[in-house]
C-alpha cells in the first residue's frame, strides 16, 4: 500500500527545482522502491514571477514563507533556499511545530547545528541534512551512524566541486582561473556568489559539519579557519606536479590528544595519496581511524540532481521515521572538547620566492627559518644571474613558527616576492 505525504519547501531554485520535477516524473519509480509518494503541497519562494522548471499549479507558490511550515497539509518541511536568514528561523518554527526537516543548507547547520538538532529532540522528529556536504555522497550517515563507533582521527576532504574543477582545469588544460570559473557557474556548480567557493567559506561550513560528526566535539563554522584558491597559480600547480604533488583544496579535521581541529586550504598532496587524483566537480572524503585504516567516500559533490538525490535519500528516511510513529533520538550527541587553535597546527610549508641571485641570500633566507625554528626539507632553484625562483619546502613547524619565517623573508631585501605559500598535506602522524 502506498502513503502520500505532504511535503512544504523552501526553496525552488537548482536544487529544489530539480527535486519537484524529479518527485513528478519519477513518482512512480519512486513509490515501487518505497511505498512512499511526496505531494508537493506548498512551495515558498523569494521571487513568484522567475521561471520554474516544473508545472506551477493555482497556490502552490507563495512568497510569504511562513505559510510552507503553517499548512496543514504540510507533514514534512524540505529546505534548499540556503543562507542562514530566513532558513534558519523557518527550520526551528517547522521543529517546534513537530515537523520533520530536511536540509540541504551546509552554512546554517555549521552555523546553528546544535539549537536546531536540540530542537528536532524536544519535538521527536528527524533533522537530516545529507545534502548538506558533498552532494550525493552519502557521508552525513556514514559518520553519524555507519562510523559511530569508529575512534575517528582524521578527515580529510576535498568538498567544494567548483574550486577542484578550476583546479583541475587549470592543471590539466592550462585554463586560466577567471575562464575555469566561468565555466563552472555555466555547469551550475558555482553558489550565485562564487566568492563563498573560491575564498573557501563553501568548504569551511562543510569541514565543521564533518570535523562535529567525526569527533563529537562541536565544531562551528566560526571554528574553522580557511583560506581560498584566489592565490594558487599555474607556475605553482606545475611545479608541485614536477615534484610529486596535485594542489587541491582541502578540508582536513583532525583529532589529537590536545583536541579537535578543522581547516580550509590549498594542499600539496602527494600524487599517490587517493585524494590526488580527484578530478573535476567530483567530491571525496578520506576518513581515517585505528580500526577502519582509511575509507574513501567520493562521487558528484555538487548540481542540482546529485544534490537533489541526497534530498530525496532523506525525506524517504524522514517519512518512514514519521510513520513508524516513535519519537526520534538525535542521530549524534556532542560532548564538550578542546578546539585546537590553528596557529599551533603543525604542517609542511612549500613556498616560492623570487630572489636576487646574489652571494648570501640562501644564508639570510636558512636564518630566517632557523630564528624562527622551522627546519628546511629541500631547496629548489630555478632560473639565475639576476633574479632567481627558489622553492623552499620545510619540515612540518607550528602556523606560528611559520608565519614568523615568512615575516622575516619578506623583511630580506633580496627576496623580491613571496609568490606562494603552499602547506603540504602529511600523513597526519
Ligand atoms: N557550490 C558548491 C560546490 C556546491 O561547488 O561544491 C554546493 O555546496
Not at 119 to 129: C, D, H
Not at 339 to 360: A, C, Q
Not at 365 to 381: N, P
Request: net charge negative.
Amino acid at each position: 500500500m502506498e502513503r502520500s505525504i505532504g511535503i512544504g519547501l523552501l526553496g525552488a531554485g537548482t536544487v529544489g527545482g530539480t527535486l519537484v520535477s524529479r518527485l513528478i516524473g519519477e513518482v512512480d519509480a519512486i513509490a515501487a522502491k518505497t511505498g512512499l509518494t511526496f505531494d508537493v503541497r506548498k512551495v515558498g519562494v523569494r521571487n513568484l514571477d522567475r521561471d520554474r522548471p516544473f508545472q506551477v499549479t493555482e497556490g502552490l507558490l507563495t512568497d510569504r514563507l511562513v505559510e510552507v511550515i503553517e499548512d496543514p497539509t504540510v507533514e514534512l518541511v524540505v529546505e534548499v533556499m540556503g543562507g542562514l536568514d530566513p532558513a534558519g528561523d523557518l527550520i526551528l518554527a517547522a521543529l517546534d511545530a513537530g515537523k520533520p526537516v530536511v536540509s540541504a543548507n551546509k552554512e546554517l547547520i555549521a552555523a546553528r547545528g546544535p539549537e536546531l538538532i536540540a530542537a528536532a529532540e524536544r519535538s521527536g522528529v528527524p533533522l537530516l541534512f545529507e545534502a548538506a556536504v558533498g552532494g550525493a555522497i552519502p557521508i552525513i550517515r556514514p559518520l553519524s551512524e555507519t562510523l559511530a563507533g569508529e575512534k575517528i582521527d582524521r578527515v580529510v576532504g576535498i568538498v567544494n566541486g567548483t574550486t577542484n574543477f578550476i583546479l583541475t582545469k587549470m592543471s590539466e588544460h592550462g585554463t586560466t582561473y577567471i575562464d575555469a570559473l566561468g565555466q563552472a557557474q555555466d555547469l551550475g556548480y558555482a553558489e550565485p556568489d562564487p566568492t563563498a567557493d573560491v575564498s573557501g567559506e563553501d568548504a569551511a561550513a562543510k569541514a565543521a559539519i564533518l570535523a562535529s560528526l567525526a569527533f563529537g566535539t562541536w565544531v562551528g563554522i566560526g571554528d574553522v579557519y580557511y583560506e581560498g584558491i584566489e592565490e594558487v597559480t599555474a607556475v605553482d600547480i606545475s611545479f608541485a606536479a614536477e615534484f610529486g604533488y596535485a594542489v587541491k583544496l582541502v578540508g582536513v579535521c583532525e583529532r589529537t590528544d590536545a583536541g579537535v581541529n578543522a581547516r580550509v586550504h590549498p594542499a600539496m598532496i602527494p600524487v599517490e595519496h587517493p585524494l590526488a587524483s580527484i578530478r573535476g566537480a567530483t567530491n571525496a572524503i578520506f576518513i581515517e581511524g585505528p580500526a577502519i585504516d582509511s575509507l574513501l567516500f567520493a562521487g558528484p559533490g555538487a548540481g542540482g540532481d546529485p544534490t537533489a538525490t541526497a534530498v530525496l535519500g532523506d525525506m524517504i528516511d524522514a517519512a518512514r521515521e514519521t510513520l513508524a510513529g516513535a519519537q526520534v533520538a538525535p542521530r549524534i550527541r556532542f560532548s564538550p572538547g578542546e578546539i585546537i587553535d590553528f596557529s599551533d597546527i603543525s604542517t609542511e610549508w612549500y613556498m616560492r620566492l623570487l630572489v636576487d641571485d646574489k652571494p648570501g641570500v640562501l644564508g639570510k633566507i636558512a636564518t630566517g627559518f632557523g630564528d624562527a625554528g622551522v627546519s628546511i626539507r629541500s631547496v629548489w632553484q630555478e632560473g639565475g644571474e639576476l633574479e632567481a625562483s627558489l622553492i623552499v619546502v620545510t619540515h612540518p613547524a607550528a602556523e606560528r613558527a611559520q608565519r614568523e619565517a615568512l615575516s622575516s623573508l619578506r623583511a630580506i631585501d633580496e627576496v623580491i616576492d613571496v609568490g606562494s605559500v603552499i602547506r603540504v598535506l602529511g600523513d597526519g602522524k
